[in-house]
């Protein structure tokens, strides 16, 4: 069965500081790694889809990057608005579904 | 922009009821999911299909049915709701071609009384 980790949980970042989350799979044959925001109480927002290892993806303040185990998320000088839980998910080679990891909830402080 | 549009955002039922959900895309995509969504649990696969009439089990399918009898519209149902159903549902839909990149609906929140 897919294994999908997401650390850490939880990310309290100030206003500019830079940092990265997680997102670790044990899938193999990788068909896609999808990057979404969730607000709270709101369905999640597509940000990215990843398909091979070195792969890079940007969008505003963040990048999504993808090794043959891992993708990082990385969040370069948020802002408060950047303040949501990131949802990594892949999808199954032999499958239509994706399964998701937990989530990193991140607050941003001004 | 992709459009899934959830009916219900918040519903109230009580026990034993029968319950539905409804969901719309508005982008022909072949794929139509059901997840729901509890704190600490993550995202779970509920039922997809894959085509018009056509369906498969999630990882919990239990105590829960759905039908697709137009490709745009996806409906969950809940034979008998029961208090453990209470949760965030969400809908989504996708196309395989796309990479089976799927976008989520706003949520329905249920609580089962």
């Known amino acids: 069965e897919d294994q999908v980790t997401q650390s850490p949980e939880a990310l309290r970042l100030q206003e500019g500081e830079s940092s990265s989350l997680n997102c670790s799979y044990t899938?193999?044959?990788?068909?896609?790694l999808f990057w979404y925001r969730q607000d709270p109480g709101k369905g999640p927002e597509f940000l990215f889809t990843?398909?091979?290892a070195g792969e890079e993806k940007e969008k505003e303040r963040l990048k999504a990057t993808l090794t043959k185990k891992e993708s990082f998320l990385h969040i370069t000088a948020p802002k408060p608005e950047d303040s949501a839980t990131y949802l990594c998910?892949?999808?199954?080679?032999?499958?239509?579904?994706?399964?998701f990891g937990a989530g990193t909830t991140v607050t941003v402080r001004a | 922009d992709v459009k899934v549009t959830q009916s219900s955002r918040y519903l109230v039922k009580r026990t034993g009821e029968k319950v539905f959900l409804e969901c719309v895309q508005d982008?022909?995509?072949?794929?139509m999911f059901w997840y729901r969504q509890d704190p600490g649990l993550g995202l779970r696969l509920i039922y997809f299909?894959?085509?018009?009439?056509?369906?498969e089990k999630g990882d919990i399918p239990e105590g829960y049915s759905v039908s697709r009898e137009k490709k745009e519209r996806f409906s969950l149902i809940l034979e008998s709701a029961s208090t453990n159903q209470t949760s965030m549902y969400l809908c989504?839909?996708?196309?395989?071609?796309?990479?089976?990149?799927?976008?989520f609906g706003e949520g329905s929140w249920l609580t089962v009384v």
């Open positions: 982008m022909d995509h072949e794929n």
């Open positions: 990843l398909y091979s």
């Open positions: 299909s894959y085509d018009v009439k056509m369906k």
């Open positions: 899938v193999s044959g990788l068909r896609g």
């Open positions: 989504a839909s996708g196309l395989v071609s796309s990479g089976n990149t799927i976008y």
């Open positions: 998910a892949v999808r199954d080679p032999n499958d239509y579904k994706l399964s």
